[in-house]
């Protein structure tokens, strides 16, 4: 993997990874994520010829999604009411609402980052919202429709370190860094920083009680993750200053299903405002600004 510089104000065109820097406390209403997402029309009379993804939905009587339940924000679980919320869920919930699936017919299946292929290449989801990055070594086995977000890889600190802000990754030599076994941010740190002490989980949530417990000095993945964490904690955690890497999310889905691949694009280019009210009721609750990426048809 590339080794990056801090590239928030250098190669990065987007305000949108500035944004998402300028406003790292945020302390939304509902750190969940669960504003008042739209409710997407499910579609009718849905024709998908040559899709075998969606013909398997519709014999399964409905998707089976794989998504993250414990990133607030973006894919998260309330254990206590059993929703789920984040702008991840409310995209994934728009698509099987365009493919003609309302809510009761999903099934969400988590599955941590390092099982995400292997997930579709088993068929044990049909598809996979969950800040999942496109790399074309995942494009390998899957394909990607998207991208629908970008954001890039932040560090989450004590909210009483001395740090306020990253310059280069290399600022970590020496400390304890947290992440998730298989995420994009754990391999730039292992391939580029080798004198960052990795720490691995399968999910973010259990390198958060790490840092909580001052067992790790930092968690890092993308921004727009630690930010949700941030404004969990808000006394305890900060997000700092500097982003590394691109981080382009896509939807993962089964290797050669062009045609479920085709309509997933076509929906975030011809969606109208849908994606910008499902981030409205979610991410953007908490103060930051993103505008959505434009389509790359070949994921
Ligand atoms: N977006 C990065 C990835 O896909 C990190 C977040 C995650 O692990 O889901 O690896």
Known sequence: MRKFRNIAAATIAAGALLALTACNSGSPSDPAGGGDAPEPDVAEDVALEGSPTYDRMVENGGPTIGVKEDQPNLGYLDVTTQERSGFDIEIARWIAASLGFSED????????????????????????????????????????????????????????SEMTEVTD?????????????????????????????????????????????????????????????????????????????????????????????????????????????????TLGQSGITVEQPAVDPVG
């Open 105 to 160: 017919q999903i099934t969400y299946e988590p599955i941590a980052s390092a099982n995400r292929e292997q997930a579709l290449v088993n068929g044990d989801i049909d598809y996979y919202v969950g800040t999942y990055s496109i790399t074309d070594n995942r494009k390998e086995q899957i394909d990607f429709a998207g991208p629908y977000f970008e954001t890039g890889q932040g560090f989450l600190v004590s909210a009483d």
């Open 169 to 281: 990754v290399s600022d970590f030599n020496g400390m304890r860094v947290c992440s998730a076994t298989g995420s994009t941010p754990i391999q730039n740190i292992k391939e580029n920083y080798p004198e960052i002490e990795t720490t691995e989980y399968d999910i973010y949530s259990q390198c958060v009680e790490d840092l909580l417990s001052g067992k790790v000095d930092a968690v890092t993945t993308d921004a727009a993750i630690l930010i949700g964490y941030a404004a969990q904690n808000p006394d305890e955690l900060k997000v700092l200053d500097g982003l590394f890497t691109e981080e382009r999310y896509g939807v993962g889905l089964p290797k050669g299903d062009t045609v479920l691949q085709e309509h997933i694009n076509t929906l975030f280019t011809e969606g109208g405002d849908e994606w910008q009210k499902i981030f409205d009721a």
